[in-house]
């Protein structure tokens, strides 16, 4: 049975990836997770030296800097800087250790526009989406 690192499970995407994994009867011994006091994904050497330890044959990455629409909007620049960080330093460390397999969610914006609040999983994808923004005006 392969070691699957999923990367980002306390997520959305994440915990459903675990979820529907654990479903098909995959060992939950062979399915790796950390948390991000466990592995800061932003830290390149840490990243490297997990991946060379645990040897994952498959990564789902659904890890991301996320804190809604006024988080985004505030800090637009930081939050791409985040997550390019953190790809990069998972794919990398995937390519370098000879995972197999490497699934990357890239993510944007999938909340439609006027979902109410606390918005319900169900109700992505439902309706027009906010507009994209700019980095620099």
């Known amino acids: 049975m392969p070691k699957i690192f999923i990367a ?3 997520g959305m995407v994440g915990s459903a990836i ?3 994994l654990s479903a098909r009867g995959h ?5 790796l997770t950390r948390t991000r006091s466990e592995l800061d994904l932003l830290d390149a050497a840490r990243v ?22 006024h988080a985004n909007n505030t800090y637009p620049a930081e939050f791409i ?4 960080v953190v790809a990069t330093n998972v794919i990398h460390a995937a ?9 990357f969610l890239g993510s944007s914006c999938i909340y439609p526009r006027n ?3 606390p918005m ?6 439902t309706g027009p989406h906010p507009p994209p923004r700019t980095l620099v005006a």
């Open 48 to 69: 490297r030296d997990f991946f060379a330890e645990q040897q994952p044959d498959q990564v789902y990455l659904a890890a991301a800097k996320v804190g809604g629409i």
């Open 18 to 20: 675990v979820r529907a």
């Open 81 to 84: 800087h985040s997550n390019l």
């Open 120 to 125: 319900r999983e169900d109700a992505l994808m």
């Open 8 to 10: 980002g499970h306390r």
């Open 115 to 117: 979902a109410p609040q």
């Open 27 to 31: 060992d939950p011994a062979h399915i």
């Open 95 to 103: 390519h370098e250790t000879g995972v197999q397999k490497l699934l």
